[in-house]
């Protein structure tokens, strides 16, 4: 059981290009979600899933796409890199009591 | 948007001290969720609370949800090296969303 598992672990992109993050599960939750960390500001909700097939839009979504193909997985996508996306991205997956687990997290840097 | 503040920023101490770290917002949560974060590593869940009032311990760790849902803390006795870390409050701000505070950076010395 790896739980919440996330890559890759770091990434330094050129201001325009595109990358996935890739994040998944082996928990079988249905609600997952992505989060940006950055320094002073806590976390801060991306997108989230609540199941396959199911997307939606969270407090900071602009300039990322996500999708869910399948209950495992929930990739993040960065359509044209750009320097306020350097960040601390993870992901989480959460039961039905509220439990979320995160993954390790990636750090990307955009220059 | 809703927010949570958290007091202090940063703290450091020695060994064997206690502290209160604070978590408030203007909000009402329905229920409020404590984390600790290592560096390089993702949050892990310490404890839920969802009553207003409600105390919860945790070994040397205590959380208490305020009466009107809208603020907690976190005391530790005797704080260790081991409990070093980032620790961060998140409220549950309606279906299946969680808001975080800022963070509480905690350093505990020998």
């Known amino acids: 059981n790896a739980g919440v598992t996330q890559t890759p672990k770091f990434q330094v992109l050129k201001t325009g290009q595109s990358m996935t993050l890739q994040c998944a599960q082996d928990?079988?939750?249905?609600?997952m979600s992505w989060y940006r960390q950055d320094p002073g500001m806590g976390l801060r909700l991306i997108h989230y899933?609540?199941?396959?097939?199911?997307?939606d839009q969270g407090e900071v979504p602009n300039g990322y796409n996500v999708s869910r193909s399948t209950t495992e997985d929930f990739p993040l996508r960065l359509l044209s890199a750009a320097p306020s996306q350097t960040s601390v991205y993870f992901c989480?997956?959460?039961?039905?009591?509220?439990?979320?687990?995160f993954g390790p997290g990636t750090r990307l840097t955009v220059l | 948007t809703q927010l949570l503040e958290q007091s202090p920023q940063f703290l450091s101490i020695q060994e064997g001290e206690n502290l209160t770290v604070y978590c408030n917002s203007s909000?009402?949560?329905?229920?409020l969720q404590w984390y600790r974060q290592e560096p390089g590593e993702g949050p892990v869940l310490l404890v839920t609370?969802?009553?207003?009032?409600e105390v919860k311990k945790l070994k040397r760790l205590t959380f208490q949800f305020g009466d009107a849902r809208k603020d907690s803390s976190l005391h530790i006795t005797a704080a260790q090296t081991g409990d070093t870390g980032l620790y961060l409050c998140?409220?549950?701000?309606?279906?299946?969303?969680?808001?975080f505070g800022t963070g509480t950076r905690l350093l505990v010395s020998p």
């Open positions: 928990m079988n939750h249905e609600y």
């Open positions: 989480a997956s959460r039961d039905t009591v509220l439990q979320q687990y």
């Open positions: 909000s009402v949560f329905s229920s």
């Open positions: 609370v969802v009553t207003g009032g």
């Open positions: 998140a409220g549950e701000a309606g279906f299946q969303k969680l808001v």
């Open positions: 899933s609540v199941g396959a097939g199911i997307t």
